[in-house]
């Protein structure tokens, strides 16, 4: 849904972006990230939440919009 925006380093962390402030999943989201993180051997990357620029659903990729439509 384009709620990953990316990644930075020093220190190395995931960029989240929730799709409203205050939205119910976005801790799930972020534990799902984090375990992801983990098992694959990134303990040291953080999960970063960016609350600016606010997400849109203008970040949803061509797939993204398919599988919500499947």
Do not use: K, M
């Amino acid at each position: 849904l384009g709620i990953v925006r990316g990644f930075a380093a020093n220190p190395p962390r995931v960029l989240v972006s929730p799709t409203y402030t205050g939205c119910p999943a976005t801790i799930a989201i972020e534990q799902a990230i984090r375990a992801a993180l983990d098992a694959a051997g990134f303990t040291d990357v953080l999960v970063e939440r960016v609350l600016f620029p606010p997400w849109t659903s203008e970040w949803i990729t061509s797939r993204g919009r398919q599988r919500l439509h499947d």
